[in-house]
């Protein structure tokens, strides 16, 4: 069981990537996630959250208008579309879960502790 996060690398300020985070052992769709990132020196921080159907999402303040979260229940994956990166986005990004089946997005910067591997971005010119 476990999440992975990919799709991470080094991209000028004001480019874009997209992240993808796959589930294997476990069915996606039983689940709201969420994308943390986490920067040297500095706590955590919830960036993004998508609820089961996809149809309701959160953004972090500091990301909203520039990254969104999508997913695709098929494929059991679910992404990050982060435009008009700016250096300080630079962190590990993550994927992760709340422990329990069926829940909301609500409160998920505390819940959501069921993390996979982390991907890079580097936001640098």
């Known amino acids: 069981v476990q999440l992975q996060a990919s799709g991470g690398g080094l991209v000028q300020p004001g480019g874009s990537l997209r992240l993808s985070c796959s589930a294997s052992?476990?069915?996606?769709?039983?689940?709201?996630i969420a994308w943390f990132r986490q920067a040297p020196g500095k706590e955590r921080e919830g960036v993004s959250c998508?609820?089961?159907?996809?149809?309701?999402?959160f953004y972090a303040d500091s990301v909203k208008g520039r990254f969104t979260v999508s997913r695709d229940n098929a494929k059991n994956t679910v992404y990050l579309q982060m435009n008009n990166l700016k250096p300080e986005d630079t962190a590990v990004y993550y994927c992760?879960?709340?422990?329990?089946?069926?829940?909301?997005?609500?409160?998920?910067?505390?819940?959501?502790?069921?993390r996979g591997q982390g991907t890079q971005v580097t936001v640098s010119s």
């Open positions: 992760a879960r709340d422990h329990t089946m069926k829940s909301s997005c609500s409160g998920y910067s505390r819940r959501f502790n069921f």
């Open positions: 998508i609820s089961m159907s996809g149809e309701t999402t």
């Open positions: 052992g476990f069915t996606l769709e039983d689940y709201a």
